[in-house]
Each structure stands twice: as C-alpha cells, then as structure tokens.
C-alpha cells in the first residue's frame, strides 16, 4: 500500500527531526534554569546548614564543573531516564511525571473528544441554517462561546452542577473509598481491565465537569473553521457536480463537502490538542485534578528545577507527538499530499 | 434504461422566461426563449459571456441562483414540466436521464475521492443491472471512452491525471446511464486545442451511440458550427438568431452573429482584419429600461427604427429566424481590411537566446533516486526590434517556463541570454535591474495579477514606485492618466479598483502596467484566453496599435493558433521542452514541416463549414495525454 510507505517514511524523517528538537529544548530548558538565582544545593540542605556543607554538597552534585559539562552529565542521565530527583517532593521525577501525565492525558483526550463533538455538530448546524435568519442567532451565540475561557466555564459548571444541584462529584479523580486499580496510571482504562465497574463509573463522573468545560470552550473555534471550510466546499465544482448527478443533499454534505472540509478543521485540532496540555492547568487547579498542570504549579512555586526541566521536556515531546499523529492522519485523508 | 418516447421532443420551451427577483430590482435573465430539442439531435449554444447560455442549463437542472425563477413560459422534459415537478422527481432524473458535462474538468471531481469511489457512487445511484459488478461495468464505460489502463484508473485520484483524462471520466459518468439529454457546458474550454478536438469527437461518438440529445454551450461559433445540427444564438438573455447550423455559419442573418464571426480570426487563407465589436453587453440590469434593439448599442447596421421596439424573432428561411428587422443588410458588415504588414528587416536585435535550458531536479531525498526533467531543452530565439513572436503548444510543453527565462523570473540551467548586447545569463542583481527596464511580463489572468486592494492608478504606474523616477504621486498619476489613455479607458478608472472593471478592462490595465516603463520588450502569457471573441479582437487590435506608437516587441504565447497567426510575424512551435519548429507565421501554418505542427493545426476547427474537420485523434510518436 502506497499510503502506508508514505506514512512509514513520514514517521522515520519526523522521529529523525525530533531528535535535534529535543537536544535544543533539552538545552534550553538546562540552561534557563541553571542561569535562574536559585542554588539547587543550598535547597537540598537543611537552612541551617553551613558554608562548607553546602560547598560540599555543590562539589557532590558536580554544580562547581564547568555549565557544559553539568549538561553532559544531565543529558547523560537523562537517556538512562533518570532526569533527577525532585527537591521539593523527595521522589524520581519520573515516578512524579509517571504518576501525573496518564491523568492529563485522560483529561485532554476526553475533553478533546468532547470538543470534536460539539465542533463538528456545532460547524454542521451552523452550516445548515446558512441564509436563515437562524444564522444570526446562531452566529452571535457561537462568538459568545469563543469569548468565555475555560476557566469561567470551569468555575460555572462547578457551581451549577456540583454545589447547587450537587449531581456530580468536582474534586479529584475519584471519591474517596473507591478503589484504585494500578495497571497503567491511566485510571478510566485500569479500571475497565480489572473490571471494577463501580469505580470507572465514579471515575468518569469526575471528569465529566472538567472535560465539558475544556471541550466547550475549544469547540466554538472549531465550529467556525468547519462552517467556513464547508461554505468554501460548496462553491467548488465537484458539488455543484454531485447535484447535477442526482445526488442527495445529506449524501453530498457527508461525503463530498465534510471530507473536504475536516481538513482544516483537523489541522486546529491538532493546534489546539498541543496546547491543551499546558492549557488544562487552570482546570486541574479548579477540580484539584492530580495532573500535570498541578505538579507544575507546586514545582514552580517550590522552585522544583527537575520537575520542571522534566515537565518541559514531557510537554516538548508530547506535542512532536501530536504533530506526528496529525501529519498522519492528514495524509490518510488527503490524497494531494502522498508521494506518487 | 432509456426509453426513448417514439413521439415529440426530448426538450422544449415556450417563452421561457427567467428572472432575478431576489434583491432590490427585478430585472430579467433570459427572455422569450422558444426551441425544440429532438432526440439525437445537437442544439449549439453561443454568445458572450453574460448572454445567458449557462444560465439555460441551470434553468434545466432547476438549480438556479439565489433569488432566480421561472417566471413566464414552459420548459419541458420528454413532455414532463420540469419547472413545476417535484424535487425528487428531478433529482431522480438529474445523472440518469439528463447529463452534464462540466467546464473544468479537473474541479468537475472532488479532490479527496478516487476515481473508482466516485465512479461507484455514480454506478450505484443510477442502478446496476441485479448481479453486475460496479468495478466491470466501470471498466466497460472506461473502454467506450478510450480511457486506456482502466483499472489503474482506479485507484487515482484527479490530482494525478491530466484535464483530458479528468474529462473523459466526466464523459464515462456522464454517458454511464445511457442518458436522454446531455448539457455539456464548455467542455472544452480549459483544454488544449488537440485535446479538445479528441473531446469534441467523443462526445460526438457517445451521442450517436445513445441516441442521446446535447446541447452544446460554447463561446466559440466555429466549433459550434461544426458538431451541432442547430444553433441558437444569445445576446442579453435573448435568442438572437436560431437555425440549422451550417447555414446560420455561412450565412449569418444577425449582425450579431456576423460580428461575433469576423471579430475571430481565421486560421486558413488570407489573412483578415477583425471585426471590432465596440463596448460590451448592456447589463442585465439596464435591460429594462432599454426601448428597441438590445444589440442596437454596438450594431453597424443600426437605424433609426432598431431603437423602437425590440425586433421580434421572424421566420428568416426554413427553420431559420432572426431577431433583425434589416437582415438583409448583415452580409454587408465586412471586416476592417488588414493593417499594412509590417517589414521586420530590422536587424536590430533586442533579445538574444542560445541552447537556452531549464532542468528540474527532483528534491534530495533518502527513499529515491534524484531525477532530473528539462522543462526548456536547449532553445535558440531571438527578438527584434518591433517584432511579435509567438509561442505554440500543448500544456506542458515548456511555453511559459521559457517566458520565466525570458523576463528573468527564473534563470536558466544551461545557455547564454544577451539583451542589447549585455550578457545577463548569470541573473545578477543588476543584471536583474537593467532587465526590468527593457522587458516586462503581462500576465495571464487579470483577476490574480491586480491587487484587489490598489487603484487603477496606482496599478498601472507600480513600476514608477521603485525606479524613483516618478517620485511623487502626484506625477505618477499624470502618467497613469496618459497610460488610461492610451489603452482606451477613461480617466476616472484610475480611482477605481480592480473589481469594478470587466474582464476586458482589467486586461487592458494589465497591459498598460507593463507599458508604463516603456520597455522594449513585452511578454504576454496567454493574455487573451479565457476572454469573448470581442474583448480578444478588441485586445489584439490595442497591441497592434501601441506597437506602432511604441515599437516595442513581444514574445506572445498563446495556445489559439489563429490568434497567433493574426497577430504574429514569426512562430515558435514548442514541444516537450524543444522548439520542433519554428518561421514566419505565414509560411509555418500554410506549410508545416514537423508532424507536431501539422496535428496542432488539424485540431483547430476549420473556418469553412462545408470543410471536413479531421483532427488527428491518436497520432503516432505523439503522447497522447
């Protein structure tokens, strides 16, 4: 299959670019921290600690050797996946990532999936009352929407559902006396493996808050690149063609002008998808979800350098990642762009 | 699946009428239409753009603009109202029994789908017989259209063929349920001359193999000349002339018809002058107001009377009528006689290329092999003072890669350009900056290459912008008031934009714009296709006479042979990159050495009705798309 080399060639140059990639952000984000007035060895000692212990402490933890070197040595235990020892925490960096991206990225999956959704019934609507007076009405309430942010959503959601009719829980990720099987870290999915029902049902009630106020707030975006993409379809020849070929509308809609039309729409999701891992932070706060965005918050706060030189370079790689996933996918659905 | 009614036509309107009634003013679009349609029979439409023929077929389809209805008359299918019936009943009859053939083939299929997924969807919604096979019965349509390698085909997607091929597709779709009717609305117009000529005689061949019916909607009265049986003449919505088709050619009873016919040059015997239709159409929207003659405006017969009252459709000849009421006049419109040729002894060459070469080579990559194409293989040329060459040939076969080399745009691979004596091959930066004074490129399609957010005047005097010579504005609009001027537009179209001009005008500023530094040297790409025949005659006429105001010359690619062939003192004859031949225009067309030539000339429809049209359909040597 000719679509199938040509994404396995996309793969192999994209994952041959991204190392280059890495190697600066890792650069970057080493020496923005290192160059930050903070003195990770002073940090990691009692305050009462003296001059000579925390010199020690410098020549221990090689912070007197030249800065290059010091990336060297980072960047050596960095490919042993050891990125270090959170100072704040007292715990590998990696169990900390490990044990707060599955959370996020059940977070941001979820609420992207929400947001195609509504995206997608939202532009098609949109669309379909184009030259009503509808259109109006619904122009005025999709820019309503694009104007409120997550977070107001967040807080509007907690209120309404949680607090005043208290039909969902907006703590965490599960009640407490739930179970909490551990297979993956991905807690919708280990609980659906060992099969405990109960808590995938108290798992998912928590985030249907968060992920409805994430996926709302990105879908009005959405919607708009879809109508607009779909008014540019219909001008083309080809459905005015379908037409001409007896061809019913909902047919021409779905397979002539949506196919069409998704492609730009993909390319915002795959936009949005990317921020949406820095962006659930505000949300994760406001629920006191144990993602990521909330272990940044405690890192920065805490002046954390490893947890955040390791969060920078999870976000770095997740969104080469996505980008992949997108580039993919676009070639699946556009002929135009694979090799013949 | 046809059943053709043993009686009657297969379409028909009585006083059809259409009319915009959406927005401020109700104002008309097409008016007192009245044909008949026989089964197997070819009805050709023609006219200017603007003059309703398209509007014909959107009538049928019921698929008309927002705001347009059916407000007098009947047009009627196999006898059925087409106007009044149902919309599933129509859908039903829309891609079965009523088929269109579309414009541009290539956006006729929708990008992101493979030939064989439409062509299924096609096959399914018209019905297969109980147990065919989509896949069969799509390689058997494929084979009537001479689509080789069908099933390939298949998997394609339009990106990956050429127009013709998309075309014959279309046509395969088209004919696939032995339809009734069939609409083809300028099928050829995107295509090349030989492309269309294989075009023009499958749809021909498909029609007589169904029986089915077409009308034929084109700009172009020789070629509808010469595939219909009838034709109906428009002009502003109304017919201005119908009868058999080759004595409506040879002896036109409408002025207009006559004007249309002169104002296209010939392609065989003497050279003659054009036809100059002056101004254009009157809008639709003047329509209303407007007492007697429609075509009274622009007409050389016109008299007193013709403003009155509109002339009604009178019997002329056997199935032959006319809007005119002094017919008998029209054989006296004659073309303006040709201007003096010009001798080019001039030895005084401006331009000056050798073995010039353009390759291509494939981007570096791990997973292939570079390869390398030469869009321009080692062509000599030169242009003289005053002197308009022309470049002919198929798409693709490297016309306007060399006019990239010529103005500097691109800079070649291999060869040597010397413009007035200098050697400028290297492309430098000041080589770059004495090229722009002495050559300048009119471009295609007027529509892109004005900035829709500048003024005409500020259009045309660009060039003045950045040579410093005109430094102030209001000393460059006093040369834009000049350059209005000398291209025949008023001086107030230099305050107005773009989109406020026609065609034709935006084409003429297009023009002045490369005129505005004076430079010795013009190359125009293909600059009047895509016009009417009037604004082309109009344009060609401007040419010549800045030519002789200014002198410049001009390398003229064009894919019109006869346009060409008018215009042009010497012809270039391009093929795959090469130049196969190359003379005075006069003695290449009467007298072609290379078989290229001789095919690209055969594909051009004759001036003469009575003559056979026998273009090459499948020439040896030669790719055939």
């Not at chain 1, 490990?98 to 941001?108: F, R």
């Not at chain 1, 184009?130 to 929407?145: K, N, Q, Y």
């Not at chain 2, 002058?273 to 929207?285: A, K, Q």
């Amino acid at each position: 299959m000719r679509m199938f080399a040509t994404i396995a060639k996309l793969l192999v140059k994209r994952v041959l670019t991204a190392i280059p990639i890495l190697l600066v952000v890792s650069a970057l984000l080493f020496c923005i921290l290192r160059i930050l007035p903070v003195d990770p060895a002073a940090m990691s000692l009692p305050p009462n600690a003296t001059v000579q212990e925390i010199e020690a402490m410098r020549s221990e933890m090689g912070l007197d050797r030249p800065l290059y070197e010091q990336y060297g040595i980072w960047l050596n235990q960095l490919l042993h996946g050891n990125i270090g020892r959170s100072i704040h925490f007292r715990q590998d960096v990696t169990a900390l990532i490990g044990n707060t991206l599955p959370a996020t990225i059940e977070l941001a999956v979820i609420a992207m999936m929400v947001a195609t959704v509504f995206g997608i019934a939202g532009g098609l609507f949109l669309f379909y009352v184009r030259g009503t007076r509808m259109e109006a009405v619904m122009d005025f309430f999709s820019i309503l929407l694009l104007s409120l942010p997550e977070f107001l959503w967040s807080l509007f959601l907690l209120l309404v559902f949680g607090v005043f009719f208290e039909v969902l829980p907006f703590t965490g990720r599960l009640s407490p006396g739930f179970e909490r099987p551990v297979v993956t870290g991905f807690l919708l999915l280990d609980s659906l493996i060992t099969g405990n029902i109960s808590s995938l049902i108290n798992a998912l009630q928590h985030m249907i808050l968060p992920c409805l106020a994430l996926g709302i707030a990105l879908s009005p975006s959405l919607m708009r690149v879809l109508r607009s993409s779909l008014l540019d379809a219909y001008q083309d020849d080809y459905i005015h063609q379908a037409r001409l070929r007896g061809l019913s509308e909902k047919r021409i809609l779905v397979r002539h002008g949506l196919k069409n039309a998704i492609l730009p729409t993909l390319s915002l999701m795959g936009v949005q998808f990317g921020f949406l891992f820095g962006g659930t932070l505000l949300v994760e706060i406001i629920y006191s979800y144990p993602g990521m965005g909330n272990l940044m918050v405690d890192a920065i706060r805490n002046a954390d350098l490893p947890i955040i030189q390791g969060a920078g370079l999870t976000y770095c790689i997740a969104v080469l990642v996505i980008s992949i996933v997108v580039d993919s996918l676009y070639l699946i659905l556009n002929p135009k762009l694979r090799v013949r | 699946m046809a059943n053709p009614s043993p009686s009657g036509p297969i379409l028909s309107a009585q006083n059809l009428c259409v009319e915009s009634l959406g927005g401020k003013e109700r104002f008309p679009v097409l008016t007192d239409l009245n044909f008949t349609l026989e089964p197997g029979k070819i009805l050709g439409l023609v006219g200017e753009s603007g003059a309703g023929k398209s509007m014909i077929g959107r009538t049928i389809s019921q698929f008309l603009p927002h705001g347009f209805a059916v407000t007098k008359g009947t047009l009627k299918f196999d006898g059925e109202d087409l106007v009044g019936m149902g919309a599933d009943r129509r859908r039903d009859l829309l891609g079965r029994d009523i088929a269109f053939i579309p414009q541009e083939p290539l956006s006729g299929l929708n990008p992101v789908l493979s030939v064989g997924q439409q062509m299924k969807e096609h096959l399914l919604r018209i019905g297969l017989q109980p147990g065919e096979s989509w896949k069969l019965r799509a390689l058997k349509e494929f084979e009537a259209v001479h689509l080789p390698h069908g099933a390939a085909l298949l998997d394609k997607y339009p990106h990956q063929l050429s127009g013709g091929m998309c075309q014959r597709i279309l046509i395969a779709m088209a004919f696939a349920s032995r339809p009734r009717l069939l609409i083809a609305d300028e099928p050829t117009t995107a295509l090349d001359v030989t492309i269309q000529a294989r075009i023009i005689k499958l749809i021909g061949e498909m029609q007589r193999r169904d029986g089915t019916a077409v009308i034929f909607i084109t700009h172009d009265l020789r070629l509808a000349s010469q595939i219909s049986d009838e034709i109906m003449v428009l002009y502003a919505g109304r017919p201005a002339e119908r009868g058999p088709a080759k004595q409506l050619f040879s002896d036109p009873a409408h002025p207009y018809t006559r004007c249309l016919q002169l104002a296209n040059p010939n392609i065989s015997g003497p050279r003659r002058g054009l036809f100059i239709l002056p101004e254009r159409m009157p809008g639709l929207r003047v329509l209303k107001e407007l007492k007697g003659c429609r075509f009274a405006s622009r007409c050389p017969n016109v008299m007193e009377a013709c403003t009155q009252t509109e002339p009604p459709l009178a019997d002329i000849g056997p199935n032959h009528i006319a809007a005119c009421i002094r017919t008998e006049k029209t054989p006296d419109i004659v073309p303006p006689p040709l201007a003096p040729g010009r001798e080019i002894a001039s030895a005084n060459i401006h331009f000056n290329g050798e073995r010039l070469t353009k390759a291509y080579t494939t981007a570096w990559s791990p997973f292939a092999s570079r390869s390398s194409f030469k869009a321009v293989n080692s062509v000599d040329f030169t242009l003289g003072e005053g002197e308009f060459v022309g470049i002919v040939g198929e798409s693709g076969s490297g016309k306007s890669s060399l006019a990239r080399l010529v103005v500097g745009l691109d800079t070649p691979t291999d060869g040597k350009i010397t413009l007035a004596g200098r050697d400028v091959t290297a492309n430098r930066n000041a080589d770059k900056a004495f090229r722009r004074d002495y050559i300048q490129m009119v471009f295609q399609d007027p529509q892109s290459a004005l900035n829709p957010r500048r003024r005409i005047g500020s259009i045309v005097t660009q060039a003045n912008e950045a040579t410093g010579l005109l430094n102030s504005h209001r000393e460059r609009m006093v040369r834009a008031a000049e350059l209005l001027k000398e291209i025949g537009l008023p001086p107030d179209a230099a305050m107005r934009f773009p989109s406020q001009l026609s065609g034709g005008q935006k084409q003429r500023v297009n023009i002045a714009r490369a005129l505005c530094t004076l430079p010795k040297i013009l190359v125009a790409d293909e600059i009047v296709s895509g016009l009417d025949v009037s604004v082309q005659a109009q344009l060609l006429d401007l040419l010549l006479k800045l030519r002789d105001e200014h002198g410049f010359s001009m390398l003229f690619i064009s894919h019109d042979l006869s346009v060409v062939r008018y215009l042009c003192d010497r012809v270039m004859v391009m093929y795959r990159g090469e130049v196969v031949e190359s003379g005075r225009t006069e003695a290449v067309f009467s007298k072609p050495q290379h078989d290229y030539t001789r095919s690209l000339l055969a594909a051009v429809p004759p001036d003469d009705v009575n003559s056979e049209w026998s273009p090459v359909l499948a020439e040896a040597g030669y790719q055939v798309e």
